[in-house]
């Protein structure tokens, strides 16, 4: 089943079902807040109340700039990760899984039951028996984040893909709202100098631009 909004008068796709494939949470967000609909925490639009379980677009830096609805590459794009044998253990025990399937794909909001705190939390993609998997522990998405720095950002020889994945960490850390977990952290200093340097958030990625996709009907 398709879910559907309007915005500037055209009726545009955001998704599927619970999955909205073609929209981010920060764009979905800003849309309502200019129609004036996220002041009362009690009335929000469905699609932003954590609740109903609802999975967004993972914000890839390369995607910023382009209308709500418009996404590059296919409707489940993923960011493949490498883990060591040592993260893999610690995310996943003894379980088989096709690690060399395995990425970031969505982003789900929810109240994190440790703390109370409003999250993103990364949706971890990978084929059965994984499917998706919502990543709540702190534990893990700090084993996660050290594989992308250590495997994709310190080791990358190629300057766009270690910006692109260093831009990924952050937006993780930036969605998890980590970083005063990680100032209590005395053993993290690889990821400490990452959330320090926030204002890399706020540059535009410029890299290879693929081909644009417009939310549609399917």
């Known amino acids: ?20 494939y073609y929209v981010t949470f920060e764009k ?4 309502y807040q200019q129609e004036g609909k996220t002041t009362d925490p009690e009335n929000l639009p469905i699609y932003l109340q954590t609740q ?7 914000p890839f830096p390369d995607e910023d700039k382009l209308k709500l609805g418009d996404i590059i590459g296919s409707h489940d794009r993923t960011i493949k990760i490498k883990l060591d044998e040592t993260a893999r253990k610690q995310l996943f025990g003894d379980h088989k899984v096709d690690f060399e399937q395995l990425g970031i794909v969505m982003q789900k909001p929810v109240v994190r039951k440790s703390d109370g705190q409003f999250s993103l939390l990364p949706v971890i993609g990978g084929p ?3 499917g998706l998997y919502s990543v709540e522990d702190p534990k893990a998405v700090i084993v996660i984040l050290t594989q992308i720095i250590r495997n994709h950002v310190q080791n990358e020889p ?12 952050l937006r993780i850390l ?6 005063k977990r990680l100032s209590r952290q005395q053993n993290l200093p690889q990821l400490k100098a990452v959330s320090q340097s926030n204002s890399a ?11 644009r996709i417009r939310g549609k009907r399917m």
């Open 128 to 130: 059965f028996p994984l």
């Open 174 to 179: 930036k969605g998890y709202n980590i970083e």
């Open 201 to 211: 958030l706020d540059e535009p990625f410029k890299g290879n631009q693929k081909k």
């Open 52 to 58: 109903q379980g609802f999975l967004f677009r993972f």
């Open 158 to 169: 190629d300057m766009h893909q270690k910006k692109f994945f260093r831009q990924i960490a």
């Open 1 to 20: 089943m398709g879910e559907y909004i309007v915005y500037n008068g055209r009726e545009i796709k955001i998704g599927t079902c619970e999955s909205l």
């Open 28 to 31: 979905l967000f800003k849309m």
